[in-house]
């Protein structure tokens, strides 16, 4: 069974800092890997989609790597902002779709 | 276009009630999908459907029935609740099943079992 991990599990940074956030999973025979947004109370947003044979995608500040020999995948935040305050899932497709449990992200103005 | 909608965004239930939670989307997709959230362990697939008419088990399917008649809406049904099924329910849907496609969620369910 796919097993996808998140860490960290939250992490706070001060205004315009650039950050890393992770995603590991355990099978490499995915067909995508997508990243998501969730806001408190709110559904998924879907941010960027990585297909398997791809390595990162870019959309903005966000910039997502995918490395699937390795199981890693890491989304690149650049000049963070408040607004960027949510949580981030990461989700992989195989034959079935498998979510990690989130970094829970705080932007400090 | 509204997207995915979902109905009711809250309920409460006594054990052994039951309830249906109604999903529905205007943009024409074939799959569509049901997760649970729970605090700690992400989202889990329910069930799914890869178009009208037909659904599938996903990884968490038992205490669940669903169903598709329509290709704009999936149905999810509790037919004895127990407090176990507490959590909060997404429905999802894609254009397919292609490694190109994404999903699009919508705002969620908030069910308590008491």
């Known amino acids: 069974k796919q097993e996808v991990t998140q860490i960290p599990a939250a992490l706070s940074v001060p205004e315009g800092e650039n950050l890393v956030l992770n995603c590991s999973f355990t099978?490499?025979?995915?067909?995508?890997l997508q990243w998501f947004r969730q806001d408190p109370g709110k559904g998924l947003t879907s941010l960027l989609l990585i297909q398997s044979s791809q390595r990162e995608q870019t959309s903005g500040r966000l910039n997502a790597s995918l490395d699937k020999s390795s199981g890693r995948s890491t989304l690149y935040i650049a000049a963070s902002q408040p607004g960027d305050s949510a949580t981030y899932l990461c989700a992989v497709s195989g034959n079935q779709f498998y979510f990690g449990t989130g970094t829970s992200l705080t932007v400090i103005p | 276009n509204a997207g995915v909608t979902q109905t009711p965004k809250f309920r409460v239930l006594k054990t052994g009630q039951s309830m249906t939670l109604l999903c529905a989307q205007d943009?024409?997709?074939?799959?569509m999908y049901w997760y649970r959230q729970d605090p700690g362990m992400g989202l889990r697939l329910i069930h799914y459907s890869v178009g009208e008419g037909t659904t599938a088990k996903g990884e968490v399917p038992d205490g669940y029935n669903v169903s598709r008649l329509k290709k704009q809406n999936f149905l999810l049904g509790l037919e004895s609740a127990a407090p176990s099924q507490t959590s909060v329910y997404f429905c999802a849907s894609s254009l397919s099943g292609r490694s190109t496609d994404t999903q699009y969620f919508g705002p969620g369910t908030r069910l308590t079992v008491l």
């Open positions: 943009m024409n997709h074939e799959y």
């Open positions: 099978d490499s025979a995915i067909y995508n």
